[in-house]
C-alpha cells in the first residue's frame, strides 16, 4: 500500500464541479488498488483499498459482471482521468456525490462490455496526519519556494538598476522616454502589493485558482517531499516521519538562514551594498561586455 500513499501524494489536485458540490479531489489507481482524497475546503475525505476489497464491492454492486479486479480498477481509472483532468467525454460516465454520516460517497455510472457499470468510493474523513502530508505541509513548501523566488527577482531588479545606472554615467540617454522607470524599491514595492494587490491574490474562492495557478509547484514540492524521506529510507535513518523530511524540504527550498520577523508587513529585505569599512570606495559591479550590448539599442 505504500506505493499508492507515495502514488497519491505525488499528484495534482483536480477542481470539480458536482451538481452544487465545488470540490477538489486527486486519485492513484494501480493493478492492486486506488486512492482517492477529496475536500470541500471545509473536510476532506480519504479511501484507499486494495484488490481484494474492490473485487468484493464490484461484485454487490455489479452482480451481471464478472471480471478480475485489475479490470475494474482500470476501468475506474479510465472514468477518473477525464473527470480529474478536465476532459469533456459526453456519455461516458456520470459522477454525483453525498454526504452520508460524515462520509463522502462519490458514485459513478457508466457502462463495461455493453452492460450497467456503478461504483460507490467510501471516503471517510481523513486523518490529520493525512491532511498535513496532502496539504499542510505541501502549502507550506509552495509559499517558502515563491518567497524565495520574490527574493531571488528583487536581487536580479537591483542589478539590474547598477547595471542601467552604469550606462546613465557613462553618459548614455534613452532613446524612448516610455521605457523609463523608477529604481526598484522593494519595501515600497511589498507596502503596495499587501494595500493593492494583497485581497485579490489571496482570494481563495472554491479553490479553483489554486488548482489552475500552483499545480506545477504543488508537484514540484511533494517530490522533493519523497525524495527526501526516500533518503532516510535508504540510509536507515529511524527518523522518516514527517518531521524529519519538513527539515529536509525546507532546506532544499530555501538553503537559507532564517532572519528575523518584522513587525511591517513586508518580506525580509537583503541588505543594501554599502561599505562596510573604511579601506575604501565599495566597488561597482564589472558589466561584461554581452550585458553592455544588449541594452546598448535602448540608450544612445
Known amino acids: 500500500?505504500?506505493?499508492?500513499?507515495?502514488?497519491?501524494?505525488?499528484?495534482?489536485?483536480?477542481?470539480?464541479?458536482?451538481?452544487?458540490?465545488?470540490l477538489l479531489a486527486k486519485a492513484y489507481i494501480t493493478k492492486q488498488g486506488y486512492a482517492l482524497l477529496v475536500s470541500d475546503l471545509q473536510e476532506v475525505w480519504h479511501e484507499q483499498v486494495d484488490a481484494s476489497v474492490v473485487s468484493h464491492r464490484a461484485k454487490e454492486l455489479n452482480k451481471r459482471l464478472t471480471a478480475p479486479p485489475e479490470a475494474f480498477l482500470c476501468h475506474l481509472d479510465d472514468l477518473l482521468r477525464p473527470l480529474l483532468k478536465d476532459i469533456v467525454c459526453p456519455g461516458k460516465a456520470t459522477f454525483s456525490c453525498e454526504r452520508?454520516?460524515?462520509?463522502?460517497?462519490?458514485?459513478?455510472?457508466?457502462?463495461?462490455?455493453g452492460l450497467p457499470f456503478h461504483w460507490t468510493f467510501h471516503c471517510v474523513l481523513a486523518s490529520p496526519s493525512l491532511v498535513s502530508q496532502h496539504l499542510?505541509?505541501?502549502?507550506?513548501?509552495?509559499?517558502?519556494a515563491l518567497q524565495c523566488q520574490v527574493r531571488e527577482l528583487a536581487t536580479l531588479l537591483r542589478m539590474k538598476d547598477l547595471e542601467i545606472q552604469d550606462y546613465q554615467e557613462s553618459g548614455a540617454t534613452l532613446s524612448r522616454d516610455r521605457l523609463k522607470t523608477e529604481p526598484f524599491e522593494e519595501n515600497s514595492f511589498l507596502e503596495q502589493f499587501m494595500v493593492e494587490k494583497?485581497?485579490?491574490?489571496?482570494?481563495?474562492?472554491?479553490?479553483?485558482?489554486?488548482?489552475?495557478?500552483?499545480q506545477n509547484l504543488y508537484m514540484a514540492v511533494t517530490r522533493q517531499e519523497v525524495q527526501v524521506r526516500q533518503k532516510h529510507q535508504d540510509a536507515g535513518d529511524p527518523q522518516t516521519s514527517s518531521s524529519a523530511s519538513a527539515q529536509g524540504t525546507d532546506s532544499q527550498l530555501l538553503n537559507q538562514p532564517?532572519?528575523?520577523?518584522?513587525?511591517?508587513?513586508?518580506?525580509?529585505?537583503?541588505?543594501?551594498?554599502?561599505?562596510t569599512g573604511t579601506s575604501g570606495p565599495v566597488k561597482r559591479p564589472q558589466l561584461s561586455k554581452v550585458k553592455r550590448k544588449k541594452l546598448r539599442g535602448l540608450f544612445s
Open 1 to 22: 500500500m505504500e506505493e499508492l500513499e507515495q502514488g497519491l501524494l505525488m499528484q495534482p489536485w483536480a477542481w470539480l464541479q458536482l451538481a452544487e458540490n465545488s
Open 198 to 214: 494583497l485581497p485579490e491574490a489571496c482570494s481563495v474562492g472554491d479553490g479553483r485558482p489554486f488548482v489552475t495557478n500552483l
Open 100 to 113: 452520508v454520516a460524515g462520509a463522502l460517497m462519490l458514485q459513478v455510472r457508466s457502462e463495461l462490455s
Open 136 to 144: 499542510i505541509r505541501p502549502l507550506m513548501g509552495t509559499s517558502l
Open 258 to 275: 532564517e532572519e528575523p520577523v518584522s513587525s511591517s508587513p513586508s518580506l525580509p529585505v537583503p541588505d543594501k551594498e554599502e561599505p
